[in-house]
């Protein structure tokens, strides 16, 4: 193999301004990819800290008393209890609240309810639950 030499003997050469500029530009873009990396790890092991501490909702309503939750969620709605949601959205967030789905299709139930006049006798029952709780405390 032929052997190649240089003709210009090697010297020390001051860096030109450009490639000043571009090491430099070159340690910047490491830091910013070192601490890219660093927050993708971070976020990895939240996520995954994250699912393992995620609780599965179960129901928390007695069985037979979702119609009547219904109503009283509506009763709450009604009375000006909660703002900036609109009805739809208030039970669709109580129903993933209490791990109930079926309060999100809330129409067809508050509807039977009121048909069969329930409702006054949810809210008689609600009041006279009240009332013993006002005598414990007296």
Sequence with gaps: MIEQKSHISPQ?????PVSLLMRGMAGVMREKD?????????CSRLEAEAEAMAIEPTCVVADGKQKKLIAILNAIYGSGYIVNCSKKEFMQRMATALGCPGIADYNK?????????????????LSQVAHNEILKEG
């Design 34 to 42: 070192a601490e890219l990396y660093q927050m993708q790890e971070k």
């Design 109 to 125: 139930a508050l509807y039977n309810v009121k048909n069969t006049y329930q409702y006054e006798e949810i809210f008689t029952d």
């Design 12 to 16: 020390e050469v001051p860096e030109s």
